[in-house]
Each structure stands twice: as structure tokens, then as C-alpha cells.
């Protein structure tokens, strides 16, 4: 089985609709984060989570926001999806990793969305 | 600011030749530097890392890098580039200055050609 894995793993909604993308892990890791890609600007982080109290923007949450539901389960929703939403959105999960806090991130196989 | 380059977007390689994909960095503190890969429609594999000690570094399915600071660099190459190398590939940074998150370039596409 996946170590970390994403439901659905596509979707199509309607501008306005509630969204909610799903991420499990089973790697055991207190850290958890949301990216979205999208062609030619890589990946971006929507939020981040470094354990199930702490929750985290980075550098593109407008319109999102997410819930750490347990150490393994970390949701992110649409509020009211735009059609500029329409993108790959991929989970992560790390460790604490060496000096400074870096640690290897691991990905799920990644949601696309569509917003028309 | 920082920052990290991937100057090439694009990449057209025969099979059987060698490949570099280039990677550059603006990074203040010392910087821990990733690849990954990104065949079509999957998610991202790590490929190798560096976090400090050798500076020439192995990875997984024949990959290798090259972490050179003076030049603020680090390059990945294939002597050999098989059809199933076809993929994006992402240099990425990972930060101390901010509890260790991903900064990640905009990726090179890597077409293999027979």
C-alpha cells in the first residue's frame, strides 16, 4: 500500500462549489503539507502542518484552508472554488529531519482539479 | 530573496546519451538540496539529496549530483538516459531559516527521443 495517499485523485466542480481534497499517511510523520502545481511555476505551498495543533500558511493560502483531523489525516477545502483554483494539488509528509529542521518529503500521488 | 533556478524549462535527449539538468540556488544559510521526479501522471519520487559530507552524491536509477557551493549549484546527471527517463524533473530547497520547508524550482521536462 501507498504511504501517503489522496482522495479523489480527480475531480471536476462548478465555480462556487465547497471542495474538500483528503490526504492519509501511514509513514508515521508529524508533518503534513498541501502544494499545488501548476505548469512552469513548480510547486507552491497552500499550508502546512508540524503536528495535529499546529496549522500553518504558506505562501498561497487565499481561498483555502485546511484541518488536521489526527497525526495521519490532513483535509484541505475550496471554500467557494474559482476557475484560477483548477490545478494539481499533491500532499507531502516529512520527518524532523537533520539540523534546522529539514527533513525528506514524501508525496501522494496528487489531486487534479478542475473548476469550470 | 531566496531562490531556486531551473534555467533549463525544456530538454530533448537521445537515448543511450548523457544528460544534465542544471539546478541554481540563492539560499543565505547552508542549503539541503533535492531532486525529484515526476513521470506523467504520478506523483514526486525523490531521487537523491544532499545534506552535507561528499559532495558528489548517488541516487536512484543511475542518477547522480554534484553539490558545488562556490558556484551555488547542483547539477544532476545520467551518463546513459533510458526511454523511461522521460519525466519533470524539480530541484528543490529545503530551508533552516524556515523549519525546513520546500522551496521548489519550476521544474525541466525531459523529452527521450529514440
Known amino acids: 500500500d501507498a504511504d501517503v495517499t489522496q482522495t479523489p485523485r480527480n475531480r471536476i466542480t462548478k465555480t462556487g462549489k465547497r471542495i474538500m481534497l483528503e490526504c492519509s499517511q501511514t509513514k508515521g510523520h508529524d508533518r503534513m503539507y498541501w502544494y499545488r502545481q501548476d505548469p512552469g511555476l513548480g510547486l507552491r505551498l497552500i499550508y502546512y502542518?508540524?503536528?495535529?495543533?499546529?496549522?500553518n500558511k504558506g505562501e498561497i493560502s487565499d481561498g483555502y484552508s485546511v484541518s488536521r483531523q489526527a497525526q495521519a489525516k490532513f483535509s484541505l477545502s475550496l471554500e467557494s472554488a474559482i476557475p484560477n483554483q483548477t490545478a494539481l494539488y499533491f500532499c507531502?509528509?516529512?520527518?524532523?529531519?537533520?539540523?534546522?529542521?529539514?527533513?525528506?518529503?514524501?508525496f501522494g500521488p496528487g489531486t487534479r482539479l478542475t473548476v469550470l | 530573496a531566496q531562490s531556486v533556478t531551473q534555467p533549463d524549462i525544456h530538454i530533448t535527449v537521445s537515448e543511450g546519451a548523457s544528460l544534465e539538468l542544471r539546478c541554481n540556488y540563492s539560499y543565505g544559510a547552508t542549503p539541503y538540496l533535492f531532486w525529484y521526479v515526476q513521470s506523467p501522471g504520478q506523483g514526486l519520487q525523490l531521487l537523491l539529496k544532499y545534506f552535507s559530507g561528499d559532495t558528489l552524491v548517488q541516487g536512484i536509477k543511475g542518477f547522480e549530483a554534484e553539490f558545488k557551493r562556490s558556484q551555488s549549484s547542483f547539477n544532476l546527471r545520467k551518463p546513459s538516459v533510458h526511454w523511461s527517463d522521460a519525466a519533470e524533473y524539480f530541484c528543490a530547497v529545503g530551508r533552516t531559516d524556515s523549519w525546513g520547508k520546500f522551496q521548489f524550482g519550476a521544474g525541466t521536462q525531459v523529452v527521450v527521443t529514440p
Open positions: 507531502a509528509t516529512s520527518d524532523g529531519g537533520l539540523a534546522g529542521g529539514v527533513g525528506t518529503q514524501y
Open positions: 502542518s508540524f503536528d495535529v495543533k499546529d496549522i
